[in-house]
């Protein structure tokens, strides 16, 4: 006997309790809004909502600040660099003024990525990509034209990386090589330089720009490299005299000495006078003249021998010789001569003429100095320092009992003074024979109100702020003009169940002729209507506690008198 499977019981959630939970919500919140204090506050609480709701909506409204992704990107690319970064989910524009693609800062670095995945932008290659890329049988010109291309890419990606340069284009203007010495032209430059928004570039950072370029690129000079910037400004200085040039480096280190020592007077005399209370100036006089002296001087007292040859010279007649004879034999015609001396050794010959000679070389002693003169030479130091005295009262001012101030007295004492010029001329290594001179002198300063009279208040903040108060004004408008009488106007109509009015139970309509007691007796009537209307089985406790409220503030007299008789009797018992 096979049995059946029992049943199973499924259990499937009734529609009808979510619903009731629904519906149990819905009641609680109409209960709190039936509240009397919710129903007072809620003009305020809409118009705080509304007002929230309106920020809400400008915050996310307002326009993200945006950067430029790739800068001089060629038009072919850009249609192609926008349909890849909106595929992406990234919002990308061109912008109106420049025509360039732009993104929100937040996307900026995503965005680069993104393309750099995908291979894009390709009109922006690498100078190794562009040697990678060079067909193979190329001719020589395109040679020549790519390797111009990778290396002018090369540089403007270097100076790219340079802080506060957002984009640089680098041109290069190579001449071809010549045989001819005359027709052989120097190699240019010119760089093209995006600043990034609120950044300027020093003197400092263009010179190492132009020695950056020039040194790159074999035998270009650092007057043939030309820098601008986006605003059309020339940042380089390579078409200006090299003189210009010289007076600019010359101010530059005067003033920087002059600022040592200012600095050096201030550091010394601060801690004595204290914070603001002085004035340095310093003017110094520098020579920049470039001098080179060449000096040879011989000491004739110096000398010593160098060198020394001596010579002699001998001539002696020849001994009588030749065949015996009868010529011979005869003896010759004495000279004029006086006889010779006999030499030594028995020599026969007589010595004719004899001549000595003697040649000595002496070393004189000299030096030779090559002197060159130093440059940006400090030849006098004038400086000129103030301090803070107080001020002197005026003798017509003076208290009662207190002797007027000498006019004629120091405003410091002068053992003060001394002390404070000593230091000062330490300070700046003052030299009396080089002429320099330290001033010092003690005065009452102006007020600062004065010295501020002539300053230009700038008013730039004027339209941000007009559009801010529009707005708020706008959101006041609506608020106060269309949401409150609105919701006010809900709140004054009707309720329900047919409870009249709480406000219609204070208004009575006065006829001709009627007087004051007529017209309370009929106040009193329409309150006891109004209290046999709520004190029915139907009225709810809210509609009970409100009709009170209303009686406490049309009679609060009798209802005081009320309170006074229910505590009379428990004032009785204790």
Known sequence: MALSPAPRSTTTPAPASALGRLRGASDSLRGLAQQPAVRRALPSIVLIAVSAMALLVWLTLREPPRSTLYPGMAEAEKARVIESLTAGGIDARIDRTTGEITVTAADYHRARLSLAAQGLPQSVPDGDRILTDLPMGASRALEVARLRQAQ??????????????????????????SAFLR???????????????????DAGQVEAIVHLVSSSIPGMARDEVTVVDQAGRLLSSGDEDAADRLSDRQLRHRVEVETLLRRRIEAVLTPIV????????????????????????????????????LSETENRDAPAGG??????????????????????????????????????????????????????????????VVIRAPAQVPAAETPAGEAPADPAAPLLPVALMEDLQRLAETAIGMDAERGDRVTILAQPFAEPAQAMAGEVVSYDWVPDAMRQLGLIALLAIVGLGVVRPLLMRQTQAAPADGVPVLAATTKVEVAEGETLDTIEERLDRNQRDLLASVMGSNASRTQKQMVLRQLGADDPVRIALVMHRMMLPERDIT
């Open 152 to 177: 002018e890419l090369d540089l403007a990606r270097s100076i790219t990386e340079i802080a506060s340069i957002q984009g640089a284009r680098v041109h290069l203007a190579l001449p071809e090589r």
């Open 183 to 201: 027709d052989t032209h120097p190699p240019r430059a010119s760089v093209f330089l995006t600043l990034a928004a609120g950044r300027v570039l």
């Open 274 to 309: 204290g914070v603001g209370n002085l004035s340095v100036e310093v003017t110094a006089a520098m020579d920049f003249t470039q001098r080179e002296i060449m000096e040879e001087r011989v000491d004739p007292e110096g000398n010593a021998l160098r060198s020394e040859q």
């Open 323 to 384: 065949i015996p004879g009868a010529v011979a034999n005869t003896p010759p015609v004495e000279a004029d001569l006086a006889q010779a001396p006999a030499t030594e050794g028995g020599d026969p010959g007589a010595v004719r003429s004899r001549s000595t000679g003697t040649t000595r070389n002496f070393e004189v002693s000299r030096s030779v100095a090559n002197t060159k003169a130093e440059t940006g030479q400090v030849q006098r130091i004038s400086a000129a």
